[in-house]
T-cell receptor
Framework: KQEVTQIPAALSVPEGENLVLNCSFT??????LQWFRQDPGKGLTSLLL?????REQTSGRLNASLDKSSGRSTLYIAASQPGDSATYLC?????????FGAGTRLTVKP | NAGVTQTPKFQVLKTGQSMTLQCAQD?????MYWYRQDPGMGLRLIYY???????DKGEVPNGYNVSRLNKREFSLRLESAAPSQTSVYFC????????????FGPGTRLTVT
């Protein structure tokens, strides 16, 4: 059974810092990995989708990497802003079965 | 283009009552999903519909039923609600099963007393 872990559970940084969020998974036979953002009381917003054949994806200040062999993904956020404060979730997909981590709650202080 | 919509946004039920959560998408997606989100546990898949006319169980299907009414709509029914079903329920859709991005609705916050 696929298990997805996100460490740390919470992170607080000052504005302007570059930061890395971590996601690890136990079964490397995956189709894709998706990073989401969730604001309090809201739904999930897709940030980046990495196919199993890819090593990384970039969107603006966000860069996500995937290392299937070691069961790890990282989400890099450059020059963090208070508006980046949210919970970040990673999800590992295998056909229709998508398994989520519990998330990292990020606070960026002005 | 509203994406994925869910109704209602909030609901309070008494134990044993029934209700149906509605989900609709306007992106012409083939696949639709129902998840629940509990504190500290991430999201868990309840049921999914890979295409119109098909439904399959996910990780936590007990106590739920689903109907894929047409390509746009996918409903989740609680026949006899239990306090353990207190959760936030999210509907999602994707272009096809497998290697495609999933898009989520805003969620339904359900409390069972």
């Amino acid at each position: 059974k696929q298990e997805v872990t996100q460490i740390p559970a919470a992170l607080s940084v000052p504005e302007g810092e570059n930061l890395v969020l971590n996601c690890s998974f136990t079964d490397s036979a995956i189709y894709n990995l998706q990073w989401f953002r969730q604001d309090p009381g809201k739904g999930l917003t897709s940030l980046l989708l990495i196919q199993s054949s890819q090593r990384e994806q970039t969107s603006g200040r966000l860069n996500a990497s995937l290392d299937k062999s070691s069961g790890r993904s990282t989400l890099y956020i450059a020059a963090s802003q208070p508006g980046d404060s949210a919970t970040y979730l990673c999800a590992v997909g295998n056909n229709n079965d998508m398994r989520f981590g519990a998330g990292t709650r990020l606070t960026v202080k002005p | 283009n509203a994406g994925v919509t869910q109704t209602p946004k909030f609901q309070v039920l008494k134990t044993g009552q029934s209700m149906t959560l509605q989900c609709a998408q306007d992106m012409n997606h083939n696949s639709m999903y129902w998840y629940r989100q509990d504190p500290g546990m991430g999201l868990r898949l309840i049921y999914y519909s890979a295409s119109e006319g098909t439904t399959d169980k996910g990780e936590v299907p007990n106590g739920y039923n689903v109907s894929r009414l047409n390509k746009r709509e996918f409903s989740l029914r609680l026949e006899s609600a239990a306090p353990s079903q207190t959760s936030v329920y999210f509907c999602a859709s994707s272009e096809s099963p497998g290697n495609y991005e999933q898009y989520f609705g805003p969620g339904t916050r359900l409390t069972v007393t």
